[in-house]
């Protein structure tokens, strides 16, 4: 039949029409560049603090996880790597952020949102309804005064085409409370990318440190080695009684015990970086930095370290972004008592076939055509719906306020927070100097309590407690580098540093 034709014609041509919105590659930089100004509180002294949020595109990012298994040039692939390769502190990261699952899922947040966002725009644009009718009517019972009993079929196909013109605000409110949805979901995967950044540089440095700490109890382990052949020479030739051999042994079992604690402690750290870097088990990690490697760069003063840290947080860009969302919501409950406004247009194309040909004046039909179209002005006025908008609507301002009261306490936390970052930081840099002063110190005593034990002035005792004392020292020192470390990596976090 015709009308059944039409229909399928119309829905290939429906069908086969699609809305792909443009896309930019996902970049693999960590940090947005681009800022915009989302949302602002009000300080106590009554200055206005606006939030001053890196907005990246957050585009295109299913196809990161579409091609997920094809190498990245911006990120070093471990597989393409050669064997023996050294990795550095940066190709953990690029790795860890190209791999890392979690982001992948934030990426894809990212698009849903998008996509939300281009739904959002239905609200203003027409929609099309096709709808096909087939009545077939079966009556013996004639009424020979009207005509009406007679039995019959139609068949009818109606076209109908909607435009809003004034949805009482509620669209373009819709709208914008998408786009701050888009928004949120940036800072979402911005604060975890920072995260895993964190949680990288810690598994990196706490290898260092245990890798050092090993090479440390290796080194006490060869020395007391050779104090225990002096102490058992001693033993045999009688200058010494059974104990001193016995306490170098002792101290030996000790550094033995620590230098499987260190192993141990390795072996965890390099568990860590593989599961952040979302490496298998068996994957070699060769590290080429040393401990006494200092993350850069760092804000230079407290104050700096403050003004970064509110200008760049997620956190307080997303309780801006909310404050916003809230604001939108409570603009959408109210506008529900506005008047809305459409544009309705129709046409339909119908046909009646009677089983007994109809009387009508101009002859008798078996079929009559009915084609006909409407154009329809349409307003919606709902002044009064039971209260529920307007208590709605003073429920999400109060909402509205509770955002803000928690905001200023979030800017109150983050400076503290760094506050008290910069302070360790500036104590870990303090305590350097004294540790490297006094493994040198230690060195000098244990190479000249050496020759002393050799020439026979000095005791194994004072021998035994130099190798102890600059074993300690070394220890001391290799810590020192590692609180410096991660007071640098928390820090860095708490003022939102690029790195």
């Not at 080695?225 to 001193?244: C, F």
């Amino acid at each position: 039949m015709r009308y059944l034709a039409l229909i399928m014609l119309c829905l290939l041509l429906v069908g086969g029409i699609s809305c792909t919105p443009h896309s930019q590659p996902y970049a693999s930089a960590v940090m947005p560049v681009a800022t915009d100004t989302i949302g602002s509180i009000e300080e106590d002294n009554g200055e206005e603090v606006t939030v001053d949020q890196p907005v990246s595109s957050g585009e295109a990012v299913v196809n990161q996880a579409d091609q997920e298994n094809q190498p990245n040039s911006a990120a070093p692939v471990l597989q393409s790597m050669p064997d023996g390769y050294r990795y550095t502190l940066a190709d953990c990261i690029a790795i860890a952020l190209q791999n890392n699952a979690n982001l992948k899922a934030q990426a894809l947040a990212i698009a849903q949102r998008d996509n939300e966002f281009y739904a959002s725009w239905g609200d203003f644009l027409p929609t099309l309804g096709i709808s096909y009718n087939t009545l077939d009517y079966e009556n013996d019972a004639k009424k020979e005064m009207t005509g009406t009993g007679r039995s019959y079929d139609t068949k009818t196909l109606l076209f109908t085409v909607t435009q809003p013109i004034f949805n009482s605000f509620s669209g373009i409110n819709g709208l914008r409370r998408a786009l701050m949805e888009k928004h949120s979901a940036e800072k979402n995967l911005q604060l975890a990318q920072m995260r895993l950044i964190s949680q990288v540089r810690s598994a990196y440095y706490n290898k260092l440190f245990a890798a050092d700490l090993k090479r440390n109890y290796e080194q006490s382990i060869a020395r007391l080695n050779s104090q225990l052949k002096i102490a058992t020479a001693w033993v045999e030739q009688r200058l010494a009684p059974p104990l001193r051999e016995l306490e170098v042994k002792t101290r030996l079992a000790h550094a033995r015990h620590q230098l499987i604690h260190a192993q141990s402690q390795e072996a965890i750290a390099i568990s860590r970086l593989r599961s952040a870097m979302m490496l298998s088990s068996d994957s070699a990690l060769i590290l080429s930095d040393d401990i006494t490697v200092p993350i850069a760069p760092l804000c230079g003063s407290l104050q700096q370290c403050r003004a970064q840290a509110r200008s760049n947080r997620p956190e307080l860009a997303m309780g801006a972004l909310a404050i916003d969302t809230a604001r939108m919501d409570s603009h959408i409950a109210i506008s529900r008592n506005f008047p809305s406004v459409g544009l309705e247009a129709n046409w339909a194309d119908g046909e009646r076939n009677n089983d007994e040909p109809v009387e009508t004046a101009y002859g008798n039909f078996a079929t009559e055509n009915e084609d006909y179209y409407s154009l329809m002005l349409t307003m919606t006025f709902r002044p009064f719906q039971g209260g529920r908008n307007i208590f709605n609507w003073k429920a999400l301002r109060k909402r509205v306020e509770g955002l803000r009261h928690q905001l200023r306490q979030q800017y109150h936390d983050v400076d503290n927070e760094v506050e008290t970052r910069w302070l360790l930081l500036q104590e870990s840099i303090s305590a350097l100097e004294p540790a490297k002063e006094a493994v040198e110190e230690a060195k000098l005593a244990y190479d000249m309590n050496k020759k002393f034990v050799k020439l026979g002035v000095v005791s194994l005792d004072e021998l035994l407690d130099a190798e102890i004392e600059l074993t300690q020292a070394q220890n001391s020192l290799y810590d020192a580098h590692f609180s410096l470390r991660l007071a640098e990596i928390n820090l860095a976090l708490a003022s939102a540093e690029n790195p």
